[in-house]
């Protein structure tokens, strides 16, 4: 993997289009995988719910009653993370398509030049 300076100096290089156009890519990337990352991570916390409340009671000494409210307690709190993530899902997402709708713009404002 290159290091930050032999990008910089690869960068350098390249003309001024170029670079912009390569910036622009790495930015809808990263906005990209940011979204998944986090999808991902919201589905994990959301399986967790689901997993909790399949697992059949203990028949230990402990109360039910008791059991029941620390799997309720566990569960809200994936729950939460699970909202979380999904909130920052869509904080990546809203960057993906605000960067998607910033290149369509300036490609269409190039193409109609070079006619």
Same mark, same amino acid.
């Given at each position: 993997? =290159?290091?930050?300076? !032999?990008?910089?100096?690869?960068a350098e290089d390249l003309n001024e289009g170029s670079f912009q156009s390569l910036l622009k890519t790495g930015s809808v990337l990263t906005a990209a995988r940011s979204s =998944?990352?986090?999808?991902? /991570?919201?589905? =994990? /916390? %959301?399986?967790?719910?689901?997993? !909790?409340?399949?697992? !059949? %009671?203990?028949?230990?000494t402990k109360d039910p009653t008791e059991e029941r409210l620390e799997r309720i307690e566990k569960s809200l709190l994936a729950l939460s993370q699970g909202m979380i993530s999904m909130r920052f899902q869509l904080g990546s997402i809203t960057a993906l398509a605000t960067s998607a709708a910033l290149l369509a713009d300036k490609a269409s404002k190039q193409h109609k030049i070079k006619r």
């Open positions: 993997m =290159k290091g930050f300076d !032999t990008f910089i100096n690869d =998944k990352r986090h999808g991902d /991570e919201a589905v =994990k /916390e %959301l399986q967790k719910v689901s997993s !909790t409340f399949d697992k !059949t %009671l203990s028949n230990s």
